[in-house]
């Protein structure tokens, strides 16, 4: 039963992350240095950003416990 949740919250958590739009300028400015690297940016949500941002932040809570309770219980 809890590998089925598993299973169903993970996927819930891929789709999630690839729904969030990205936050910097990419990955390739980080290789070659273009523009600037500001990792700890003070950015604001707003609306779906939010409502998505914290629906991953628990999924991801979530996906932690249930491979711990998995995990101790076999």
Do not use: P
């Amino acid at each position: 039963m809890l590998n089925a949740i598993l299973m169903v919250v993970s996927a819930l958590l891929i789709i999630l992350s690839l729904l969030q739009g990205g936050k910097s300028d990419g990955i390739s400015s980080a290789f070659t240095g273009n523009g600037g690297l500001n990792l700890f940016a003070n950015t604001k949500e707003r609306g779906s950003e939010k409502v998505i941002s914290n629906l991953t932040l628990v999924l991801g809570i979530a996906f932690f416990a249930l491979v711990i309770a998995i995990r101790v219980i076999k």
